[in-house]
C-alpha cells in the first residue's frame, strides 16, 4: 500500500483548517461545506487504493494525477457557482442603489 504522506497531510491541513474557519465564522457553511466536502473525496482518493478500475476508466497512469485533475474539475465548479453567487449580490447592490436614490430624492423633496 503506497499512500502518498505529502498529499496525505496537505489535504488533512486544509481539511482542519476548513473545519476552523468554519467554527470561528470566518468562512461561510455553504462554502467551508463545499471545500470540506472536497478534502475528504481528495483525501479518500489518496487512501483508497481500489481507484485502479476508475484509473483504467478515464485512461490516467497515476492516481496523482487522477486526484490533480479532480481538483481542478471541482475548483471550475466553484468558480461558477462564485460567478452565480455574484451576479445575485450585483443586482441586489443595484436595487439598494435605486432605492437609496428614491429615498434621498423624497426626503431633499420633504424637506422642501
Do not use: C, P
Amino acid at each position: 500500500m503506497k499512500i502518498s504522506f505529502t498529499y496525505l497531510s496537505i489535504y488533512m491541513f486544509f481539511l482542519v483548517i476548513t473545519i476552523y474557519l468554519m467554527k470561528k465564522r470566518k468562512l461561510d457553511f455553504r462554502l467551508g461545506f463545499f471545500w470540506a466536502m472536497i478534502s475528504i473525496l481528495l483525501i479518500f482518493f489518496i487512501v483508497n487504493e481500489d481507484m485502479t478500475n476508475v484509473k483504467n476508466i478515464v485512461k490516467i497512469k497515476h492516481i496523482s494525477l487522477m486526484v490533480i485533475s479532480a481538483t481542478g474539475i471541482f475548483l471550475l465548479l466553484l468558480l461558477f457557482y462564485l460567478s452565480v453567487a455574484l451576479s445575485k449580490i450585483q443586482g441586489n447592490v443595484t436595487k439598494l442603489a435605486q432605492r437609496i436614490g428614491i429615498l434621498e430624492s423624497s426626503l431633499d423633496d420633504y424637506k422642501k
